[in-house]
């Protein structure tokens, strides 16, 4: 047993503490509420706290010191073999049962048949080889099938045998090995199905089932059992001591008394149903893996194991009393789904052991989501949520809780209660209290986001009634009523609360480009933060009073972007172009592209000339700017350009062509009208006689070079009235706004969100925040989750783009 298995965790004592909560209103510029923190003791606005309870494996189904001698496979010279009479080696039946040797041996069938009631039939089997069971039978002799041999197959052949509750189905004796025992369709109804003293044993594709004590009793190493189905034996599925075990792809049901119970070292559980017994899997010594198997719905706990260095990954574990229970160290829990504990206060993980990871679980809906009690743990990328107490719980020192998802926990999201121990980069929604630490011991919480907590976003436990406060507390995001509260003389605290090294580059919670206070808000997104002038650096060297005499002097506020307009004249192209949004400190690049037949002849940044340049980068943007590309046409080069004295008319429709604007000056020109009638005049007049619309086309030379221009539906003739033409947006610089109705609801919420937009733009990109996108103007968005999201427009039109994000822009409840 594990020598931890029987304490109560202290931060299972710090839960007993009243606590209390008494308001302090800041008034001097938003008259929100903040924090709690004050001298006077708790009221009773809480009760106390639930104490949680403690864990302790059950014994085992024999005493392990008496194993051997108890439950030890040997031959019975005495009361078995001496009274049965041997028969002739050359008989082929035996009344209705028949063994058949597969091999021959030397010594002739290689087993005996044995009545000794007159009714009652056994076998042994003394001779290596492969042996077929033509037909099942009952038996009251100590057992039915007894291997004397090693080197055997017992080949079931879909045959059943059955005992009388005080007997063995199939023995191995401990003298042996190397025997396998397949495709028996029931071994029911005696004391052990299986009873096996020897190594290299191995059972496939069985059903044992009803039977007194265990399914299968293996006492040798390198046991391996697959396909196999044990239910309903009144204490054990399948029990096995030794070392180098197998199980995989077993079904082990409904037992009254464990489904798996292993006093074995190098156990490998794989792939099996465990379902409906009392004690799912329980396991001790070491070296457990315990990889992809389904353990739902034992009364008591899913897995329950003191192994060292065990590995628990890939299983799901569900509708047990407790999931899933460790008490040992170096044991790793990962990518389990650990869920609906059926007791209300049921564990999902409760560990024990040191240096224990739990990582990549998905843990939801029991009455303790991940509890660890020793140090040097680890709580990483987890998603945990729906839990009745605690979301996650680490006690012991050199803790760390990182990167998780919790939500939805009706007590504590997050609650760490060691020395050293760090709190960072984890998500906490909606919970009582989102983050709880003790005082006194050192605990850093960094880089997180406490969303809508009803108490207290950080609750500060003065377990020792100490004032010493370590720790560091910053770069979070606060976004509660309340953000922190606690007990104590909370002035004489030492927090940090803004970055120790002072704001450094780097994103910060928020996005925002330099790490240093936290950012203080409130789930309306109205909080002290949030009202702040949004500024390039995202901080501010206003402080932030946390409570009397204890400031954040570097606080969070909302990030100002930088816009960089980026143009190109006719004979240009800028990449990216349009007038966009940048993030601050970052660096950005833009090529600039003559047009063919062109080449770029300046690129003027902010009125500056900076000369024929091909790329331009700001660098460390803090600033707006605004960059042209400038191209002009090769010398030389012809460009053909045209226009026509009317594009519309009935018919006959007489048109002027004209090709004055071409550049490089031109000597010849060849025109197509579309019709089918070509000219090789520079300014040609044609007639359309026939309705209809034409693309039109020019060549021009001038001995040296050449130019095409091509306008595609250039000319519209009708037969009957001239239609007015549809006016064509002129293209400006883009404003981006839009509306959204309604920004605030009850999911599901359905939002219309419509384009305000200047400078026709004729392309839209809007991104809602939680994964959606579309390329409508004017679209309507549902939000399933709830959470708070930014929405992102981005436009474009022939010259120019621009873009819009408004950040906490919907919030869904």
Known sequence: MSENSGLIPKFLVCLLILLTAVTIVCTAETNIKYSVFNDSKLNTSLTHLPDTKNFTLPAPPVNISEIKKTHTVVKDTSGFVSSLAFVDTDMKTMGNVVLVPITPTPEGSGYYYFNTTGHDQSYYIYSSGTYTLQDGFSTGNNSAIYIGASDVVLEGNAQTITGDTTNVGIAISSDESNATVRNFAGIEKFSNGIASNADNVSIVNNSIYDNYFSGVYSLGSHFSMQQTVLKNCSSVGVYVYGTDITLTD????????????????????????????????????????????????????????????????????????????????????????????????????????????????????????????????????????????????????????????????????????????????????????????????????????????????????????????????????????????????????????????????????????????????????????????????????????????????????????????????????????????????????????????????????????????????????????????????????????????????????????????????????????????TNTTQNPVHTYVTPGVYSVTLQALNGQTGGYAVWNNYITVTDGPVPEPTPTPVPGKIIAQFSAYPTTGNAPLTVDFKDMSSGNPTSWFWDFGDGAQVTLQNPSHTYTTKGTYPVTLSLKNANYGGSLRISNAITVT
């Not at 009254?256 to 074995?264: D, E």
């Not at 052991?353 to 660890?372: A, D, L, M, P």
């Not at 309340?482 to 940090?496: A, E, K, L, M, R």
């Not at 995202?538 to 946390?546: D, F, R, S």
């Open 250 to 677: 077993n079904f082990l049901n409904n037992n009254q008394g464990y489904g798996v119970y292993g006093y074995a070292d190098n156990v490998t559980l794989e792939r099996n149903s465990i379902n409906n017994n009392a004690y799912g899997v329980t396991c001790i010594r070491d070296n457990l893996v315990c990889k992809e198997n389904t353990i739902t719905n034992n009364r008591f706990y899913g897995i329950g194991i003191e192994s060292e260095g065990a590995l628990i990954i890939g299983n799901i574990i569900s509708q047990n009393g407790d999931n899933l229970f460790t008490a040992r160290d170096n044991v790793t829990v990962k990518s389990n789904t650990i869920s609906s504990s059926s007791d209300d206060y049921g564990y999902g993980i409760h560990g024990y052991g040191r240096n224990t990871t739990y990582s990549e679980n998905t843990v939801n809906n029991n009455g303790y989501g991940i509890i660890s009690s020793n140090s040097d743990c680890k709580a990483i990328n987890n998603r945990v949520y729906s839990n009745n107490i605690y979301g996650i719980a680490l006690e012991g020192n050199n803790e760390t809780i990182s990167d998780n998802i919790i939500r939805d926990t009706v007590l504590y999201g997050l609650a760490c209660y060691g020395e050293n121990s760090t709190v960072y980069n984890n998500i906490i929604t909606n919970a009582t209290f989102g983050v709880g630490i003790v005082d006194h011991y050192n605990s850093s919480v960094i880089g997180n986001q406490i969303n809508s907590t009803s108490r207290f976003g950080l609750l500060i436990l003065d377990y020792y009634g100490t004032t010493e406060g370590l720790g560091e507390i910053y770069n979070n995001y606060f976004g509660s009523d309340i953000n922190i509260g606690g007990y104590g003389n909370f002035s004489n605290y030492s927090y940090t609360w803004t970055n120790p090294a002072g704001p450094q580059r780097g994103t910060n919670v928020v996005g925002g480009p330099f790490i240093a206070g936290n950012y203080w808000s409130n789930p309306s997104g109205t909080g002290w933060s949030d009202q702040k002038t949004p500024n390039v650096s995202g901080y501010t060297t206003t402080p932030y009073e946390v409570v009397t005499g204890m400031n954040d002097t570097a606080p969070l506020v909302p990030q100002k972007s930088v816009i960089i307009n980026a143009t190109a004249n006719n004979w240009g192209v800028i990449v990216p172009g349009g007038n966009s949004s940048y993030r601050s400190y970052t660096n950005q690049t833009f090529i600039a592209q003559p047009k063919p037949g062109a080449e770029i002849t300046d690129v003027v940044v902010d009125s500056t000339s900076q000369g024929n340049v091909t790329n331009w980068t700001f660098t460390q943007l803090t600033e707006d700017h605004e960059i042209l590309a400038i191209g002009n046409a090769t010398p030389g080069q012809v460009h053909a350009i045209f226009n026509a004295s009317k594009r519309y008319g009935k018919s006959p429709l007489t048109v002027l062509f004209s090709s004055e604007q071409s550049l490089g000056s031109p000597t010849s020109w060849y025109w197509q009208f579309g019709d089918g009638i």
